[in-house]
Nanobody
Framework: QVQLVESGGGLVQAGGSLRLSCAASGRTFSAYAMGWFRQAPGKEREFVAAISRSGDNTYYADSVKGRFTISRDNAKNTMYLQMNSLKPEDTAVYYC????WGTGSKQHSRYEYWGQGTQVTVSS
């Protein structure tokens, strides 16, 4: 089992940047493919980005491609999401998720473990 804690959210103006972190504890971090998802008020949870267990492969939603970068440091048991050129439509609660022995998936049903989320608000 793994426990996940997100941090780094906040309020930022459009065009600004934030870096989210997801700290994992428990079972070996490198055994998990990881993902970021987000949920805005009144909307369903949506895929943002995913990364394979080694970090060699990354996947992005079209809406964030070229602006967001997912990465991980297995030695530090931490995953990151660098968000640049933020837009008001990026406003949401951002969740990190872990998929044991996964390869990196866009489907939230593949992920067994979830963090509590961190709020990102982008003002126009």
């Amino acid at each position: 089992q793994v426990q996940l804690v997100e941090s780094g959210g906040g309020l930022v103006q459009a065009g600004g940047s934030l870096r989210l972190s997801c700290a994992a504890s428990g079972r070996t971090f490198s055994a998990y493919a990881m993902g970021w998802f987000r949920q805005a008020p009144g909307k369903e949870r949506e895929f943002v980005a995913a990364i394979s267990r080694s970090g060699d492969n990354t996947y992005y939603a079209d809406s964030v491609k070229g602006r967001f970068t997912i990465s991980r440091d297995n030695a530090k048991n931490t995953m990151y999401l660098q968000m640049n050129s933020l837009k008001p439509e990026d406003t949401a609660v951002y969740y990190c998720a872990a998929d044991l022995w996964g390869t990196g998936s866009k489907q939230h049903s593949r992920y067994e473990y979830w963090g509590q989320g961190t709020q990102v608000t982008v003002s126009s």
